[in-house]
């Protein structure tokens, strides 16, 4: 695996800058804005969150919120990580599935268990 360097919340994984968003909930579209701001001003490739910090209905795919929040990240050339368990979501919804897993294949979203898993993807890619 790559070198891991950290300073506080951010971390250079080969070649990649990732900024780990604690504290930032993603309730609205308007919170992702809050979110591209605190991702440029770390000069991040990638932005994690977790779990906790999304509202139920960025995994309700019929709200939108997922999507406007990911595009968001998008148009400013930013990378979205999810990091934790979503199963219980997972098992509510076929769209979901297939959202994650179309995403975990791509290059702008990924949704991880935890913060070594990204890590480990990110050294990998």
């Known amino acids: 695996m790559a070198a891991v360097q950290a300073m506080t919340n951010i971390f250079y994984i080969a070649g990649t800058t990732l900024f780990v968003a604690d504290g930032l909930t993603l309730r609205t579209e308007a919170d992702a804005v809050d979110l591209v701001s605190a991702g440029m001003g770390a000069g991040a490739d990638w932005v994690a969150v977790t779990t906790a910090q999304l509202s139920d209905d960025f995994f309700r795919l019929s709200t939108g919120l997922a999507g406007a929040i990911v595009q ?54």
């Open 72 to 125: 968001k990240l998008v148009n400013y050339h930013l990378r979205l990580a999810i990091m934790g368990n979503i199963d219980a979501h997972l098992a509510k919804s076929s769209p979901l599935r297939d959202f994650v897993g179309e995403s975990n294949r791509g290059h702008h979203l990924w949704f991880v268990s935890d913060l070594n898993e990204l890590q480990k993807r990110l050294g990998a890619a």
